[in-house]
């Protein structure tokens, strides 16, 4: 089986934390995981990949982080059709708007959400988020 890639952003390390989460929720499984930044890959490096996880906060209001995932996901929205996807975030005030607009834009594209929808933290994620990130990553090893 293929290393399944973990990207994420994160400003804080919370969103870090559930990378992690989820990339032990892939060992556990029996797979490989390969956790990476937004900012070390493009859009190129997992246009092939049928299987990814993504993980990105809250952000401006109710947004991806506009620096980095934004751009990236205006791309690879053109490239994701088919694909299995999982997606995970920590929030602070909201109530997840941002994830619920992410996962409807994926699958309007024409992916799968994987769990039938992300993952939410409200800020460190506490030891039920981080088995909500262990049982994603279980998942993505079987997907
Ligand atoms: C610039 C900025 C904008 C934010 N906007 C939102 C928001 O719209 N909704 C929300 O629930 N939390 C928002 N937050 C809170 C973050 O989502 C929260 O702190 C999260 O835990 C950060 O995750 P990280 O540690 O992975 O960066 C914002 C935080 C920052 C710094």
């Known amino acids: 089986m293929s290393k399944v890639k973990v990207v994420f952003w994160s400003g804080s390390g ?3 934390a559930m990378a992690d989460a989820v990339a032990n929720g892939v ?3 029996g797979g490989e995981a390969e956790v990476l930044t937004f900012d070390s890959i493009s859009v190129n490096d997992v246009a ?6 993504f993980g990105c906060p809250a952000m401006g209001a109710e947004v991806l982080e506009e620096g980095t995932v934004e751009p ?4 690879y ?3 994701c059709s088919g694909k299995k996807i999982a997606l995970f975030g920590s929030y602070g005030w909201g109530d997840g708007q941002w994830m619920r607009d992410w996962q ?3 699958k309007a594209a024409g992916a799968s959400i994987i769990g039938g929808e992300g993952v939410i933290a409200n800020n460190a994620p506490d030891d039920a988020a981080v088995s909500q990130c262990e049982d994603l990553g ?3 090893a079987q997907a």
Do not use: C, G, H, P
């Open 27 to 29: 060992k556990s499984a």
């Open 104 to 106: 409807d834009r994926l």
């Open 138 to 140: 279980r998942m993505l």
């Open 77 to 79: 929205e053109t490239r």
């Open 48 to 53: 092939n990949d049928s299987v990814i996880a």
């Open 72 to 75: 990236f996901m205006e791309t």
């Open 14 to 16: 919370n969103t870090q």
